[in-house]
């Protein structure tokens, strides 16, 4: 499969917990996007990366979370102090700026629970 | 006030019946406009770019009006198979605003036989 992946694909934590979620792009794509989507809203932007470049946060991405692509190819997303309101389905995507990023092609998403 | 609107639904449609939404949006510098897909649980998918002259991709006809800053999607002769929420997604696409998609809320559309 050379689509998008992401791994965990459910998390469920307590409430003060630390979570991490990895993002794995298709292959060539150099950019790379994290959505977070809430139940009967569509995703909102959190943060994107031209390679290794974090290159825009959006004012939902609060110093609780942080994001990297170290190498240019995967990405994590970290949540520390995971709160209820971080409840939601967290979807990473990526795109080929060689292809003039007409789409985003998304991966299946980290479905988080925080109880 | 949101910057991509959507009228959330649901649309009830009965099969092979025609059915049509759209959307509006608030940033005049949006250059970019897309119809994405998205099923219960999944993740969104592309259904079509929208383009200044509109566009049509099978049963699936796409407008875009700049002047009054609004997106149409028009199905023709629906199937069971085009229940989903339909998502309406502009871009900027300049460096200020790097590469975000905005999305709508989604409108939700149920076709029964």
């Known amino acids: 499969d050379t689509g998008v992946s992401q791994d965990p694909r459910h998390k469920i934590t307590k409430r003060g917990q630390n979570v991490t979620f990895r993002c794995d792009p298709i292959?060539?794509?150099?950019?790379l996007y994290w959505y977070r989507q809430t139940l009967g809203q569509g995703p909102e932007f959190l943060t994107y990366?031209?390679?290794?470049?974090?290159?825009?946060k959006s004012r939902l991405l609060s110093d609780r979370f942080s994001a990297e692509r170290p190498k240019g190819s995967f990405s994590t997303l970290e949540i520390q102090r995971t709160e209820q309101g971080d409840s939601a389905m967290y979807l990473c995507?990526?795109?080929?700026?060689?292809?003039?990023?007409?789409?985003?092609?998304f991966g299946p998403g980290t479905r988080l629970t925080v109880t | 006030r949101k910057e991509v609107e959507q009228d959330p639904g649901p649309f009830n449609v009965p099969e092979g019946a025609t059915v049509a939404f759209n959307c509006t949006y608030s940033?005049?510098?949006?250059?970019?406009f897309f119809w994405y897909r998205q099923d219960c649980r999944k993740e969104p998918k592309l259904l079509m770019s929208?383009?200044?002259s509109g566009n049509e991709d099978g049963r699936f006809t796409a407008q875009l009006n700049r002047a009054s800053q609004y997106i149409s999607l028009l199905i023709r002769d629906s199937k069971l198979s085009d229940s989903a929420t339909y998502l309406c997604?502009?871009?900027?696409?300049?460096?200020?605003?790097?590469?975000?998609?905005?999305f709508g809320g989604g409108t939700r559309v149920l076709v029964k036989p």
């Open positions: 995507a990526s795109s080929s700026r060689l292809a003039g990023d007409r789409e985003q092609y």
């Open positions: 292959s060539e794509h150099n950019r």
């Open positions: 997604v502009v871009n900027m696409l300049n460096k200020a605003a790097g590469n975000k998609l905005t």
């Open positions: 990366f031209q390679n290794e470049a974090q290159l825009e």
């Open positions: 940033n005049s510098a949006s250059q970019s």
């Open positions: 929208v383009y200044s």
